[in-house]
């Protein structure tokens, strides 16, 4: 059975560093891409960034310079490292094998 | 970047029911688009795959169409339980990009 969980949302600064955490069970990360998604409190759902097989990846203009994705085959685990954190950034992270997602991390972005 | 554009927005149906929802793309994707079911507090689920592939263990009421610019989503014989928000969503081209959802009520 596939699984994904993620992990290390909460609150933090604007200007704050958070690094978010995608453990998978029931496949291998680096056997299809691999992306993270974003939906602030009451909108629509937003890519953010993926990460191909060959370890290619690529962001939206929103995040690129300030977000890094990121796989760890060894822990069949994929991250997202955020930094420069805006209030804007603000929503409930998911990560997406392309035919499952994990239950999404919060993210809030507030002094 | 490919923008993709839903309608309705918001639509209500009575049980039994059906409806489509359709997504337009602002330029040519192929095939490359899927439809996610979303319902409150949960996290999107996969309903079909470029454009007309049902995934795996979806009731056989959903289907898709479509092609190029313009897809459908179909949902026969409408249950309470597909009251949600439904996206369309792109994978032919970066940015990959999402519709801004299409809100379904069961009456």
């Known amino acids: 059975e596939v699984q994904l969980v993620e992990s290390g949302g909460g609150l933090v600064q604007p200007g704050g560093s958070l690094r978010l955490s995608c453990a998978a069970s029931?496949?291998?990360?680096?056997?299809?891409?691999m992306n993270w998604v974003r939906q602030a409190p009451g909108k629509g759902l937003e890519w953010v960034s993926v990460?191909?097989?060959?370890?290619?990846?690529y962001y939206a203009d929103s995040v690129q310079g300030r977000f890094t994705i990121s796989r760890d085959n060894s822990k069949n685990t994929l991250y997202l490292q955020m930094n420069s954190l805006r209030p804007e950034d603000t929503a409930v992270y998911y990560c997406?094998?392309?035919?499952?997602w994990g239950q999404g991390t919060l993210v809030t972005v507030s002094s | 970047e490919i923008v993709l554009t839903q309608s309705p927005d918001f639509q209500s149906v009575t049980p039994k029911g059906k409806v489509t929802i359709t997504c337009r793309a602002s330029?040519?994707?192929?095939?490359?688009l899927h439809w996610y079911q979303q319902k409150p507090d949960q996290s999107p689920k996969l309903l079909i795959k470029?454009?007309?592939q049902s995934f795996s263990g979806v009731p056989s009421r959903f289907s898709g169409s479509g092609s190029g610019t313009d897809f459908t989503l179909t949902i026969n014989s409408l249950e309470a339980e597909d009251a949600a928000t439904y996206y369309c969503?792109?994978?032919?081209?970066?940015?990959?990009?999402f519709g801004q959802g299409t809100k379904l009520e069961i009456k």
């Open positions: 029931g496949f291998t990360v680096s056997s299809n891409y």
């Open positions: 990460i191909y097989t060959g370890g290619s990846t």
């Open positions: 330029q040519s994707i192929g095939s490359s």
């Open positions: 470029y454009a007309s």
């Open positions: 997406a094998e392309p035919d499952y």
């Open positions: 969503h792109q994978s032919s081209s970066l940015p990959y990009t």
